[in-house]
């Protein structure tokens, strides 16, 4: 698939983020809305959060529930983890089941494992050379995400990042705005176009999000591309 970042997945947080002081409140505003994206972006994901990190050291950190922001902390709290890996290595990283031992970090999966969190997937934020965070999303079920959510985390973590490392930056408003233009009428597109495989296919929500990455891979064109010509060009709105 082209891997060209498409900023369409964050249209709705462009435009929340648009406008608002360019202050700490601003960041923290960011990444909650981040997760929340990420959340709904990624089939299987009961949660989601989203963590700046510099030396090792959280400066800012967003999630969409009390879970994510447990199981991340605990990842501080050790020393150990999914997120503190994809950051430290710049690399994605992914947990199928937490019940199994994971010699990557025995204490951390135990500890996700009894609070009900089974797999996880990770991935670093990279602006330019420099890895400035992580992106992950939760599931309280075992094997939620495979290779297709990882290429899709990966590829929203790309405009994510950018965002982040520019949100306090005084062309951030021109930025967004411009960007927000095209972004807004194609905000719901991949909704639209899932909804639509799994009711001419009868499949769920996973294996529709499955098979437009697929149809997109194979053409070698974005998922917003093959949504626009599912959907017929409707945004819906």
């Given at each position: 698939?082209?891997?060209?970042?498409?900023?369409?997945?964050?249209?709705?947080?462009?435009?929340?983020?648009?406008?608002?002081?360019?202050?700490?409140?601003?960041?923290?505003?960011?990444?909650?809305?981040?997760?929340?994206?990420?959340?709904?972006?990624?089939?299987?994901?009961?949660?989601?959060?989203?963590?700046?990190?510099?030396?090792?050291?959280?400066?800012?950190?967003?999630?969409?529930?009390?879970?994510?922001?447990?199981?991340?902390?605990?990842?501080?709290?050790?020393?150990?983890?999914?997120?503190?890996?994809?950051?430290?290595?710049?690399?994605?990283?992914?947990?199928?089941?937490?019940?199994?031992?994971?010699?990557?970090?025995p204490r951390w999966a135990a500890a996700a494992a009894e609070m009900s969190v089974r797999s996880c997937q990770s991935v670093p934020l990279i602006q330019?050379?420099?890895?400035?965070?992580?992106?992950?999303?939760?599931?309280?079920?075992?094997?939620?995400?495979?290779?297709?959510?990882?290429?899709?985390?990966?590829?929203?973590?790309v405009p994510a990042a950018a965002l982040l490392s520019h949100v306090q930056t005084t062309d951030t408003p021109q930025q967004i705005r411009s960007e927000l233009a095209a972004a807004l009428q194609m905000r719901?597109?991949?909704?639209?176009?899932?909804?639509?495989?799994?009711?001419?296919?009868?499949?769920?929500?996973?294996?529709?999000?499955?098979?437009?990455?697929?149809?997109?891979?194979?053409?070698?064109?974005?998922?917003?591309?093959?949504?626009?010509?599912?959907?017929?060009?409707?945004?819906?709105?």
């Amino acid at each position: 698939m082209d891997s060209e970042p498409n900023l369409n997945e964050l249209a709705v947080v462009f435009g929340r983020v648009r406008g608002l002081l360019l202050t700490e409140e601003t960041v923290q505003h960011a990444v909650d809305l981040l997760a929340e994206a990420a959340r709904d972006l990624i089939p299987g994901a009961t949660g989601a959060g989203v963590s700046l990190i510099h030396h090792g050291q959280r400066t800012s950190t967003g999630a969409t529930d009390t879970l994510v922001r447990r199981a991340d902390e605990l990842q501080y709290e050790l020393s150990e983890g999914p997120c503190l890996t994809a950051w430290s290595t710049s690399a994605p990283v992914r947990t199928d089941d937490t019940t199994t031992p994971d010699q990557r970090w025995p204490r951390w999966a135990a500890a996700a494992a009894e609070m009900s969190v089974r797999s996880c997937q990770s991935v670093p934020l990279i602006q330019g050379r420099t890895t400035i965070g992580a992106m992950k999303v939760y599931s309280t079920e075992a094997g939620a995400f495979d290779e297709t959510t990882e290429r899709a985390l990966t590829r929203f973590s790309v405009p994510a990042a950018a965002l982040l490392s520019h949100v306090q930056t005084t062309d951030t408003p021109q930025q967004i705005r411009s960007e927000l233009a095209a972004a807004l009428q194609m905000r719901d597109r991949v909704g639209m176009a899932k909804g639509m495989l799994m009711a001419q296919l009868g499949v769920d929500d996973r294996s529709a999000f499955r098979e437009l990455v697929a149809r997109a891979e194979r053409a070698r064109r974005s998922v917003s591309d093959i949504a626009f010509e599912l959907t017929g060009g409707s945004t819906g709105t």
